[in-house]
């Protein structure tokens, strides 16, 4: 099935440190959406995007819904060790009227205190 | 409070010993789905189901069954599970779709090994 280019694959970073992921499509989303995953639990929605060119923040997390309606960044300001975990993108068509989503295959990030 | 309750969490089966993972979600949500979850693989679709008595195949419903009785139920079904069934499952749920968009809601997992 499709999926998602997530990039990068992994990040260790520094507390403190501004980070900032991004995934891209062949094809065009109506929504793009994005989840943290902690080990050991579900993917938690952070930040849903409905609307080309439409930038959300929740927290120190930003996430923009780019422009060709292919692509979509999410940025976390200032990091702590709780940011620590699996980040993960996916876009769902809207043109279907089926619930599918793609994902991308996920952003681990590690914080070094 | 709103969720999507996954039982058991962990299971260990043996080859050929049928299985059933249970998901139910209180939110009222016409879409159901499931996932497995694989290192390097990411999230795949399985089964999804668009309400009652409607289910298809994802991505990767070889070797599994679903059912959708009720609108809150949904169970995962492995008739004869094999060791390459062994994954993190996660079951989610969501709205009435359209050109409105989606929020999926996940479970919190099971973990099963085949041996």
């Known amino acids: 099935g499709q999926q998602l280019n997530q990039s990068p694959q992994s990040m260790f970073i520094q507390e403190g440190e501004d980070v900032s992921m991004n995934c891209t499509s062949s094809?065009?989303?109506?929504?793009w959406l994005w989840y943290k995953q902690e080990p050991g639990e579900g993917p938690v929605l952070l930040i849903a995007l409905y609307k080309a060119g439409e930038l959300t923040s929740n927290g120190r997390l930003t996430a923009q819904f780019g422009i060709t309606r292919k692509d979509s960044f999410l940025n976390i300001s200032a990091s702590i060790p709780s940011d620590v975990g699996i980040y993960f993108c996916?876009?769902?068509?809207?043109?279907?009227?089926?619930?599918?989503?793609?994902f991308g295959q996920g952003t681990t990030l590690q914080v070094k205190p | 409070e709103a969720q999507v309750t996954q039982n058991p969490r962990y299971l260990i089966t043996v080859t050929g010993k049928k299985l059933t993972v249970t998901c139910s979600q209180n939110m009222n949500h016409e879409y159901m789905s499931w996932y497995r979850q694989d290192p390097g693989l990411g999230l795949r679709q399985i089964y999804y189901s668009m309400n009652v008595e409607v289910t298809d195949k994802g991505d990767v419903p070889e070797g599994y069954k679903v059912s959708r009785k009720e609108k809150r139920n949904f169970p995962l079904i492995l008739e004869s599970p094999s060791p390459n069934q062994t994954s993190l499952y996660f079951c989610a749920s969501s709205s009435r779709l359209g050109l409105g968009g989606t929020e999926a809601f996940f479970g919190q997992g099971t973990r099963l090994t085949v041996v």
């Open positions: 996916a876009g769902h068509h809207g043109s279907s009227n089926t619930g599918k989503l793609i």
């Open positions: 094809s065009i989303f109506n929504t």
